[in-house]
């Protein structure tokens, strides 16, 4: 299986009779599905049909779909008036003559406003309003599939780049397990420089004290549980890519555990090098979690 972004556009049209049927889909990232539906007026009866259609095919993302009917040229329309908004306008505008001097309203503004005059399509019948719904719901079918398409693109894209991301986290990894400042030996000899330098003296010191200190230090420091954990999660980051479906909840939960390891192996540190690993691990895992918020 692929897996998919949730970013993406597509666009498809088609013909019904004199309508001229344009959908555009856009979708972008959100942590759940919702869909949004702009339909021109007298088309209210494919909103839900239209509506299921976006569910059952994503399962994550803000969805725009947009629909435009247009008359094709010679096609068709009547024009109406509508009377009673036009009486009632009318003896508005004369008493706002009559009581504060304005000027007389002239027809061609009244007709001018909003809803005064309606251009409509010819009347459908039933069968032919089915008919129009049924080629709208069959254009939209085809917007679903570009849509698609490009998720998966986009979503292949970006399965590449984390794939990428998880090596480097992987290599980093692998440097702070073989660092030599894990090694007790290490830790005991720059302990020792340490105490040196506080006692500003080049006197002996307890060789069983210092070993002692050395192994303290050592076991607060150790990352091994840290450095397996990330070992689990990369390969288990792995798996879901290669799995495909929607993975991005899961991917996401996964960031959040590399982010929280790669934080106690910094706070763990007990040398700059660690330290160092340990910030840049961090770098790569929050760019790793940038992408993950573009899947599905």
């Known amino acids: 299986m692929t897996i998919e972004s949730m970013t993406g ?6 013909q019904a009779g004199d309508d001229q049927i344009v959908w555009e889909l856009k979708s972008v990232n959100g942590k759940g599905l919702d869909a949004r539906l702009r339909l021109p007026p007298g088309h209210e009866g494919v909103e839900q049909p239209a509506r299921q259609a976006l569910q059952k095919t994503f399962q994550r993302g803000n ?5 435009s009917v247009a008359r094709a040229s010679g096609a068709a329309t009547a024009v109406t008036v509508n009377e009673t908004l036009l009486v009632e306008l009318a003896t508005l505008a004369q008493r706002l003559e009559q009581d504060f001097g304005l000027a007389p309203a002239r027809a061609d503004g009244l007709l001018g406003l909003r809803g005064v005059i309606e251009i409509q399509d010819s009347i459908l019948d039933d069968e032919e ?13 085809r917007a679903l599939a570009g849509l698609t398409e490009a998720r998966r693109a ?3 894209a970006l399965k590449a780049i984390m794939l990428e991301q998880i090596d480097r986290i992987e ?5 702070a397990a073989a660092d030599p400042s894990r090694d007790p030996a290490a830790i005991r000899a720059r302990l020792g420089d340490q105490v040196r330098l506080l006692l500003e003296t080049g006197a002996p010191l307890d060789e069983a004290r210092l070993n002692a200190e050395a192994a303290f230090l050592a076991t607060k420091a150790d990352i091994r549980e ?11 980051a792995r798996a879901l890519l290669a799995g495909g479906g929607t993975v991005g909840r899961r991917l996401d939960f996964l960031s ?8 106690t192996l910094c706070s763990k540190s007990n040398a700059a090098a660690i330290t160092a690993i340990g910030l840049e691990l961090k770098a790569v895992i929050d760019q790793f979690r940038e992408q993950v918020q573009n899947l599905e």
């Open 63 to 67: 969805i725009y779909a947009n629909l």
């Open 226 to 236: 840290e450095i397996d954990r990330l070992r689990t999660h990369i390969a288990s």
């Open 9 to 14: 556009f597509a666009r498809a049209s088609g």
């Open 256 to 263: 959040q555990e590399f982010n929280r390891e790669s934080n």
């Open 129 to 141: 309003r089915t008919a129009r719904e049924a080629a709208i719901l069959s254009v939209l079918v």
């Open 171 to 175: 290599s980093l990894t692998e440097r």
């Open 154 to 156: 986009e979503g292949q």
